[in-house]
């Protein structure tokens, strides 16, 4: 069965960091692009971060410098360290396969809420 879980979200400080975890099932993270989204209320789901398959990384220009994708192929999980954290990062946070994969998952996991706030 594909899963998608996403986790590691909290509220944070302005300048404060966090480390989101996806653990993916059913398939091999590392044979996908894969990608970080983000959802804050009222707003369209963006694209935050890309990790392809190759290992090459892409990120959105609100978070370069501050945000690092990565991933963890014994445990078929894919992270996100972000740091510096500001207020508009507040979202809530999902992965899924990158808008240019040619494996589209037809389902979103639970994402995990990040807010920044003091």
């Known amino acids: 069965q594909v899963q998608l879980v996403e986790s590691g979200g909290g509220l944070v400080q302005p300048g404060g960091s966090l480390l989101l975890s996806c653990a993916a099932s059913?398939?091999?993270?590392?044979?996908?692009?894969m990608a970080w989204y983000r959802q804050a209320p009222g707003k369209q789901r963006d694209l935050v971060a890309s990790l392809y398959a190759s290992g090459g990384v892409n990120y959105a220009d609100s978070v370069k410098g501050r945000f690092t994708i990565s991933r963890d192929n014994a445990r078929n999980t894919m992270y996100l360290q972000m740091d510096n954290l500001k207020p508009e990062d507040t979202a809530v946070y999902y992965c899924n396969p990158d808008p240019g994969s040619s494996v589209k998952l037809n389902f979103w996991g639970q994402g995990t809420q990040v807010t920044v706030s003091s």
């Open positions: 059913g398939f091999p993270i590392r044979a996908l692009n």
